[in-house]
């Protein structure tokens, strides 16, 4: 007994076949090179607008605050270098009358986890009144810190201080919520550094959608006072 073969498709469908992989292979690419231009142009935005308005220590023009943005504890409670590095930087611009107050923006999501407090602590500690840091406990990111200093604490113009790779990403967050900012970068020298320059990519195609779309922050709220002395003088 013998079967007969399958029979092939007629030349006019695997012509059509053949049309129609082609045709989805080319949008395939297409899309794929959009996205590229899409992902490329948000990180030239971002990091590019953000690297004007960047300087030393010595020569940042004076502004009523400086925005510290929180960069983690130690299991102590105390902050890491990194942030210890900002936290100088901040109470050096204060010593010299560069600024008059700071506004201590990090994560307090749970009563174990509290970088605000660990920040002012550190800065009272070391000479600069209590009654001129203000603490931004819901600063669970770079835009949501720079929302709610513009939104809540009432912050038009401010010194933002963080580490060097961070800083443009920074800059660029804080001027789309309305804060005229410029910027002070702490040292990022060790060994990991490499790891989050290459994340700042990926953030900067978000802080960028963020930026367009005027994401709302996690949290919001009233009008804190903290800062209204200082910035009406």
Not at 132 to 149: E, I, K, M, P, Q
Not at 194 to 199: C, D, M, S, T, V
Request: some cysteine; hydrophobic content about 40%.
């Amino acid at each position: 007994m013998t079967f007969d073969a399958e029979p092939s498709a007629p030349p006019t469908v695997s012509r059509l076949r053949r049309f129609l992989r082609r045709r989805i292979i080319r949008w395939a690419l297409v899309v794929v090179a959009l996205a590229v231009v899409v992902v490329v142009s948000a990180i030239v935005w971002v990091q590019g607008s953000g690297r004007g308005g960047i300087y030393d220590t010595a020569d940042v023009p004076s502004r009523p605050v400086a925005l510290v943005l929180g960069a983690g504890l130690r299991s102590d409670g105390t902050p890491t270098l990194y942030l210890a590095r900002r936290l100088e930087i901040a109470l050096d611009l204060y010593d010299r009358g560069a600024i008059r107050g700071v506004l201590a923006s990090g994560d307090n999501s749970t009563t174990s986890y509290d970088e605000p407090s660990a920040m002012r602590d550190w800065l009272v500690s070391r000479g600069i009144p209590d009654d001129v840091v203000a603490l931004d406990y819901a600063g669970f990111d770079t835009h949501d810190s720079c929302v709610r200093a513009r939104e809540i604490f009432g912050v038009t113009a401010a010194t933002v201080i963080t580490q060097d790779y961070h800083l443009p990403r920074a800059l660029f967050s804080c001027r789309r919520a309305g804060v005229d900012a410029v910027g002070v970068g702490a040292s990022s020298g060790n060994g990991t550094v490499g790891r989050y320059r290459a994340r700042e990519l990926a953030a900067s195609v978000k802080a960028a959608w963020d930026g367009m779309t005027h994401r709302k922050p996690k949290f919001l709220g009233p009008h804190e006072p903290a800062l209204d002395g200082i910035l009406t003088n």
